[in-house]
Each structure stands twice: as C-alpha cells, then as structure tokens.
C-alpha cells in the first residue's frame, strides 16, 4: 500500500469532510473506507463533488449516525441495496454497505448480499474506480488497489477488474460508462475490454432510455473532443443500436466525379467545432442532430452533383421523434428544431440584392438564439480547402455586418406588435379571438416587410388604412 496524504491538503473541502467522517466511523468502531471516483480524480486532479463511502456492517445504519453527527437533515435511503445519499454543502455522500452482487440475465438489478472489502471492490466498473482508502485513524491514506488501478490510471487504460464480458453482461450500462470515461479521460479502452463490448453489444437493449441518456449527455459535453465517443460507440456497434438515425449518416456515395463528404464524420467535426466555442447542452446537441436528415434528403442531379434539399424542413420531424426517444426537455427539442430550420439561412444573407426585410425575419424567427445560430454555422464550415474556408467566413463577416446595422435601424432583436390586442378589440369591436392574432400579424408582417416603420403611431395608422380589407377577411376567415 502507499501513502496518498498529499492528494488531501489540510484545508481541503473534501479532506475536511473525510476528517469528520473518520472520527465518527471511529467513534462508532465501524470499518469504513473512501471508494471509487473521489480518488481516481484525485489523482487526476480533478474536481468532484460525490463522495462514496463503504463500510464494513451496515451502511444505512452508519449513515444515520453520520447525519445525526453532521447535522444533515435529509438521508435518502436504498434500504435493498443496503445504500443512502446525504446531501451536504455543495457535495453529495454515498454511503453503502460492502457487498457481492448477482444479476439476472434480462435486469440490470442486483441481488445484493452482504461481502468484504475486496468483494465490493471486484464488482466494480473499472479497474481505476476500484481504488480503495481507509478512513480509520490507524490506516487512513494507504492506498488499497487490488485490481492494479494505480497503473491503469498512470498509463490512461480502461479494464475491468474481472472478466469483461462477464461485467457488461451483468450491468451493460457499463459499457457506455467506458467509452464515456474514455472520452471524458483522453484514456484508451483495453482491447479485450473494447472487444467484449462488441461482444454483448445487444444488452444495452435491457438498460432504460434514462440511463443511456444520461451517458451520452456526459459524452456530448466532455471537455474534450465529443466525437471521440460517437466514434467509439460507432465502432464497437452500439451507435446503430442506440442511435440509428446517427449511425445512417454514415459513408460516402460516389458518381462519377461527384462524391459527397461523408455525413457523419462532418457532423463530428461541427460537433467538435462547437464543443471549442460553448459549454451549451443545447448547442452540442443541435450540432450533433442538424443534418439529420441529410441520409434521407440525399438526391443526384446530373451535371450538378449530390443535393439535400430540404433536409433542413425534414431535420426538425426527426429531431422531435429523437427527443422524444431520449426523453430529453421540451426546451431542447424546440431549442434545436429552431436552429436545424434556419441554419442554412445566414449564409443565404450573404448573397447580394438580399432585403432588410430578409434579415428582419430572420431576425424575428431565431429571437433571442441569434449568437447560437452563428456559432453553428461557423462550426459548418468543415472543408479541407482554406481557400473556400476562408471565403465562408468572409461571407459570415458581411452577414454579421449586415444584421446589427438592421438591429440598430429596427430594435427588432424582441419584435411584436406595437398596436396590442386590446386596443385592437376596441376600434374593431372585437372579442378575444384568433381574429386579433390576425390583425396582429398583419401589422408585423407590414413592418417586417419595411412598408411601416416600427413605431405605433405608423402600427395604428396601417391599421385604420386597412381596416375595411381586415374586416372582410375576418369574416371570411374566422365566421
């Protein structure tokens, strides 16, 4: 065993709280140790804020010794798996009971049973999360490492500590968790390892749509290169099982001299592209779904060369279906149906004789998500010609140009009717309806198109002008 007290500096949040745990687990003559992530990112350098405790004997029973001594008043307890979590300050303690677990062939649930210290060990992920220290004050800061975790974590491997196939049959999350920690780490799956994923690929089906969310949210917003995990994911096969419509934008078509760039592997570019740019959940989700629909869209126009028209149009049916299947928020599915429709649309702005008006609708059209949208389309650009990189940008810098002059003609950044509804009502003697929304919108329009400026007096003016026309079409339109 060796000493690892440097990697917990005296006034350290976490060493003070190991500090308080060791004097009741002494006080109450319990066996207790720190497992797993806190150490292994300690000796990474890494912040954490979970801290896992197990003890010998009964881990629920300590807990609630471990509240009453720190004055925590909330212990959620997993009394069938002998576990609790106590919530305190800006951390999270997992307290459980050393245990063996056996699994059933179609559940990811234990049965759980009383074990030592090596049994919970062995049972764990990986090699580098089955590191072990005594919070006993006789022993305390002595490395345990019975699976050569230390080593692995020194030479940036990912390995079980038994049987792989064995492990991520058992718990097949597992294998997402090592191709997330791969990813998260900049580590290296061991082949045998890697290999048995490939192996049992099919388990994942048995591990609830949470769960792998879960994990692929970590993949998508590590620090370091996203794709490197929907690479792995890609080459071991669960990529196909788990995202089929991401696995179908795969390979390159060709036709004479006309070939297309492979769409998955330019989406992985974006995808990092962005990742440099914003640490937004959203943005990297969007990046990672915005030519969705490009595999379906894919057409051949001779003398032109290969099209996607539309994919845009179809893009957001499939992203609702996909957050749907992931069980992701509302605000992120409608958050990334609106950037896949317009992300073509910036790069259209760019051609010459294009109107205000366009980019006033645009404008209006992405609210509030105008900076996202140009970080997505700067991340786009993935050719290997600097040239033509270049010449998108250049493009980029005229449109950026072009939208704040008209933002800071119009103040259109948070655009509505200056005439409201009830005002509406009164000169129309209308009741609340879908008729006012019908006014509205023609009002708008108008000073979307530039016929009015965006003022109320010119609102209220367009309307009286045209009252009679608006009437004749409410009535057609809405009786």
Known sequence: MSDIKSLFPENDQITKIITKISKIADKTKTETYLVGGVIRDRLLGRDTTDIDITVIGSGIEFAEQLAAHLDIKRVVKYEKFGTALLPYNNFTIEV??????????????????????????????????????????????????????????????????LDPIETFSEDPLRMLRAIRFATQLGFYIDDLTFHSISEVKERI?????????????????????????????????LLEIILPDIDKMKGVDQKGE??????????????????????????????????????????????????????ELLGPE??????????????????????????????????????????????????DDLDDLMILCKADITSSNPDRVQRYLNNFKRVEKRIEEVKERDKLRKFQSPVR?????????????????????????????????????????YMVKHADDFREKIIKKFK
């Not at 969310?213 to 996203?226: D, N, Q, S």
């Not at 790069?347 to 404008?363: M, N, P, Q």
């Not at 929304?437 to 023609?442: A, L, P, R, T, V």
């Not at 000073?447 to 003016?461: E, F, K, S, V």
């Open 96 to 161: 459980a009971t050393a245990r063996s677990e056996k699994y059933e062939d179609d559940s990811r649930k234990p049965e759980v049973e009383i074990g030592n210290l090596e049994d919970d060990l062995k049972r764990r992920d990986f090699t580098i999360n089955a590191l072990a220290m005594p919070l006993n004050s006789g022993n305390m800061y002595q490395l345990i490492d019975f699976y050569n975790g230390l080593q692995d974590l020194n030479n940036g491997i990912i390995k079980t500590p």
């Open 318 to 367: 499939m992203i609702k279906r996909l957050c749907k299947q992931m069980k992701l928020p509302n605000k992120v599915r409608d958050y990334a149906i609106k950037l896949t429709r317009l992300h073509l649309r910036p790069i259209a702005l760019a051609k010459e004789g294009v109107t205000d008006s366009a980019v006033r609708r645009l404008l209006v059209e992405i609210e």
């Open 205 to 237: 089906k048995i591990i609830s749509q949470e769960r792998i969310t879960e994990e692929l949210v970590k993949i998508i917003m590590t620090r370091r290169k996203p794709s490197q995990g929907f690479y792995l994911l890609d080459k071991c096969g």
């Open 258 to 311: 006309y070939h297309h760039k492979d769409v998955f592997y330019h989406t992985m570019q974006v995808l990092d592209n962005v990742a440099e740019e914003s640490r937004s959940f959203k943005l990297r989700f969007t990046a990672l779904v915005h030519d969705i629909a490009k595999p379906q869209t894919k057409e051949f126009v001779k003398g032109k060369g290969w099209t996607f028209h539309g994919h």
């Open 421 to 461: 509804g009830d005002e509406i009502m009164d000169y129309f003697d209308l009741d609340p309806g879908p008729a006012i929304g019908y006014i509205k919108s023609k009002i708008e329009n108008a000073i979307l198109d530039g016929d009015i400026p965006n003022d109320h007096q010119a609102a209220y003016q």
